[in-house]
């Protein structure tokens, strides 16, 4: 991260990797119902936030997901908080996206 210019400053105390056989969501008939269950258990975690492909069950492209990431950046503020309604915002536009071949 550092060579990135993404500065380090606190200890790391873990690093974990996993490999995934497969990197895009599979829907199934009915899983809207599911997603929101979990979306809604995990908003009431603090301190976590998830996406990207994996997170939001989105089939993107690298660009798109990318563009989550920059968007979570966006909403940090100062002193630790999140803007949890930009991100909502956000969500929305995310939303919109059309995978491109």
């Not at 599979?26 to 997603?35: K, P, W």
């Not at 936030?49 to 089939?59: D, E, K, P, S, V």
Request: with cysteine; charged share 25%.
């Amino acid at each position: 991260m550092a060579r990135c210019g993404l500065p380090i400053r606190t200890a790391i105390l873990r690093v974990e990797t996993r490999q995934l056989p497969f990197a895009y969501p599979i829907y199934r008939q009915g899983y809207e119902e599911h997603l929101e269950r979990l979306d809604n258990w995990v908003a009431g975690l603090p301190g976590v936030l998830t996406f990207g492909r994996q997170g939001l069950f989105a089939h993107d492209n690298t660009h798109h997901t990318l563009e989550m990431a920059y968007a979570a950046v966006e909403c940090l503020a100062g002193g630790g908080t999140f803007d949890w309604e930009r991100w909502r915002r956000y969500r929305e536009e995310f939303a919109t996206h059309v995978v491109e071949d």
